[in-house]
């Protein structure tokens, strides 16, 4: 699957996400990028998951983390080379009282729900709401 699946949660959520690494002949890891994620659960290079092992990686998402983020993996001298190949993907984090319940980030533009949506509705000018 190329990018990795949209992931989305609110804030207080607590995710606990399973790696399953099927990457022949290559360690990796996932990193959330910029999120709030304790240091052991956050993929760093030296905490590498072994080929054909599977890691759960558990967090909690604290008040004020909503926005949007992306993982990827960081294993040492490959994660330019496991991005590229399309391991990472987009991590949403919403409000409690997320006010657009009706559109989805998808890779940094809006896709919509049809069935949520007036007939005349048109997609936004702006990828990003100011
Ligand atoms: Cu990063």
């Keep these: ?60 998402l604290p008040e004020g983390s909503a926005g949007s983020y992306w993982y990827h993996p960081h294993p040492h001298g490959k994660t330019a080379e496991q991005v590229y190949r399309g391991l990472a993907g987009a991590f949403v984090v919403k409000a409690k009282d997320d006010p657009v319940p009706a559109r989805l980030w998808r890779h940094g533009a809006y896709v919509h729900r049809p069935s949520a949506l007036p007939t005349d509705a048109r997609c936004p000018t702006t990828a990003w709401p100011t």
């Design 1 to 60: 699957m190329s990018p990795g699946p949209v992931i989305e949660a609110y804030e207080g959520d607590r995710v606990e996400i399973t790696f399953a690494n099927r990457i022949e002949g290559e360690q990796s890891t996932i990193h959330w990028h910029g999120m709030p994620v304790p240091a052991d659960q956050d993929g760093n290079p030296m905490d590498p998951v072994a080929v054909g092992a599977d890691r759960v990686y558990a967090f909690e």
